[in-house]
């Protein structure tokens, strides 16, 4: 059977499936073991022992564990390990990203562990090098690690803050109850959660953070869809109050580094609503655990340190399983480990086809309707029913606007028109264009795009000929104008990095940015926007 971790890339917690995670921290207990037993015989099952697999660490932020850990990591499997020193490199005469790494590629590199600021870099970069690696018929394929990407995820923090809760469940999978304090918004750390909890049957999140610092709703969105309880406190000082306290209390730093002039003014009285104090001590039901993945704030550390000596301790050996986690993800992205995984269905991710615009049979009324190009029935052309169904009519003539300018409307005939519905008060947006050009496949694509929901009617002859229905696509890619409206996103324009908008269908019928996973409407896609 081949091993399914081999070459694998990790730039979210989603692209190792709940079942590869379990098997993960099976190892991970095993090697962990081993360490505390010196049984080296054991520790020699996951060690790599070659000096030629390169190992590159490119930490573009600042970092202390993860760049730390992964070193010692690379160091306990004898293998060649390299960093890049950005501030020497040249990133500083314009080099961009995918030409920086293809070209460390080639220089027998097999894994690459990278911190940016810029979101979804290392899943671009896993893109980019695979085509290079092929085009020079490199003898492996680059894998990626994502170490850290803005405000994106943290997935290697997320296997060893799951491996630690693991560990205080005894091992066991089925519910956990946590509480996430602090900085919800800049952090990583917990929105690397929103999926990474799913590891758990049963799910209850308590959220714990003022406004200014609030979870992102589109991950709060995908806690439910997940099917987690949430809940959320504005303090720790309105948490305490509740009756039903998480024995499981997982603590952020304020990111003071991501934080806008207006958040940062706020900063003391913010820090104030997430900070531990003496008096709640009484509230925490027997047996809490603390968590954090540090660094904390040597002035102003939410987790105070008078508490270092307690029993509350679990963030210390937390960050000490980075370590071992760290070992056995190398272990499997090198092939050292896994041949024994068993993948199951589950594992897969499945690319969902479906029809995007489908034809319906004209009913007798539309047989016979007739549109209007101002007082006169269109002979021949398109109309563009349904638009916005439910919007504003200032909204609906935006968007009619943008609909327009896509599908290169823009200089035919025709005409625009927001009309109300007698049956239900809603408006709607209708499209005429008389004697359009035919629309072909893909302007069909981009119709059900930006339209999704509407109906096209093919008129002949001042009849409805062909009615069809659009809806959205599950993922978009290949047009020229599109974009993430994220500007911390490596697809993002403003980076410079040419990198192709790239959307996936979200559940609740968002388009997520296939690099940074950021919601957005099917309005907001558009460069134009
Ligand atoms: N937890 C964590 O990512 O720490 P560093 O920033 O020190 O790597």
Redesign the pocket.
């Known amino acids: 059977m081949s091993n399914v971790f081999k070459t694998r890339s990790l730039n979210v917690i989603e692209d190792f499936s709940i079942n590869e995670r379990r098997y993960f921290f099976k190892k991970v207990n095993e090697l962990k073991n081993a360490i505390i037993e010196n049984d080296v015989a054991k520790m020699d099952e996951f060690r790599i022992n070659d000096p030629d697999f390169g190992i590159y660490e490119v930490f573009l932020e600042?970092?202390?564990?993860?760049?730390e850990s992964f070193r010692n990591a690379a160091n306990f499997h004898h293998t060649k390990v390299s960093e890049l020193l950005s501030s020497s490199s040249s990133f500083n005469k314009g080099e961009s990203y995918a030409d920086t790494f293809n070209m460390l590629a080639g220089y027998q590199n097999s894994v690459f562990i990278v911190r940016s600021k810029v979101e979804g870099v290392t899943k671009w970069l896993s893109e980019e090098t695979e085509e290079y690696a092929e085009r020079n018929a490199l003898p492996y394929r680059p894998a990626f690690i994502n170490a850290?990407d803005g405000k994106h995820e943290?997935p290697t923090?997320e296997l060893l803050d799951e491996f630690t809760f693991l560990e205080d469940n005894n091992m066991s999978f089925d519910s956990i109850h946590v509480a996430l304090v602090g900085d919800l918004y800049h952090g990583r750390?917990v929105h690397s959660k929103a999926d990474g909890l799913k590891l758990f049957d049963k799910v209850k999140v308590d959220l714990i953070a003022p406004e200014e610092l609030a979870m992102p709703d589109s991950y709060v969105k995908k806690m439910k869809e997940n099917g987690f309880e949430v809940r959320m406190f504005g303090s720790i000082e309105e948490y305490v109050k509740d009756n039903d306290i998480a024995k499981m209390w997982y603590f952020t730093r304020p990111q003071l580094e991501r934080m806008g002039e207006k958040v940062l003014a706020k900063q003391a009285t913010l820090r104030e609503t997430i900070t531990f104090r003496k008096e709640f001590l009484e509230a925490l039901p027997e047996g809490t655990k603390f968590y954090h993945?540090?660094?904390r704030h040597k002035d102003h550390p939410t987790i105070p340190t008078w508490l270092d000596k307690t029993s509350l301790n679990g963030w210390e050996r937390q960050a000490i399983n980075g370590l071992y986690c760290r070992i056995v993800l190398i272990s499997l992205i090198s092939g050292k480990v896994g041949d024994d995984y068993i993948p199951v269905e589950a594992d897969k991710k499945l690319e969902v086809e479906e029809e995007y615009i489908i034809e319906v049979e004209p009913s007798n009324t539309d047989k016979h309707r007739t549109y209007s190009e101002g007082i006169r029935p269109i002979e021949n052309g398109i109309v563009i029913d349904h638009i916005c169904k439910g919007d504003s009519p200032s909204e609906i003539r935006n968007h009619m606007r943008l609909i327009s300018s896509v599908l290169a409307f823009d200089e035919g005939k025709g005409g625009e028109w927001v009309s109300k519905s007698q049956r239900d008060g809603l408006y709607k947006g209708i499209i005429f264009r008389p004697e359009a050009r035919e629309l072909g496949r893909k302007d069909l694509k981009r119709l059900a795009v930006v339209a999704p929901n509407a109906t096209l009617n093919i008129v002949k002859n001042g009849k409805v000929e062909k009615k069809y229905r659009t809806h959205m696509p599950p993922r978009i890619y290949n047009f020229d104008d599109l974009s993430c409206q994220n500007d911390a996103c490596i697809s993002h324009p403003s980076n410079g990095e040419g990198v192709p908008a790239k959307f996936y269908r979200t559940p609740d019928g968002h388009y997520a940015c296939a690099y940074c996973g950021k919601f957005h409407s099917f309005k907001e896609i558009w460069k134009k926007y």
């Open positions: 600042d970092s202390t564990r993860t760049k850290g943290h923090q750390t993945p540090l660094p």
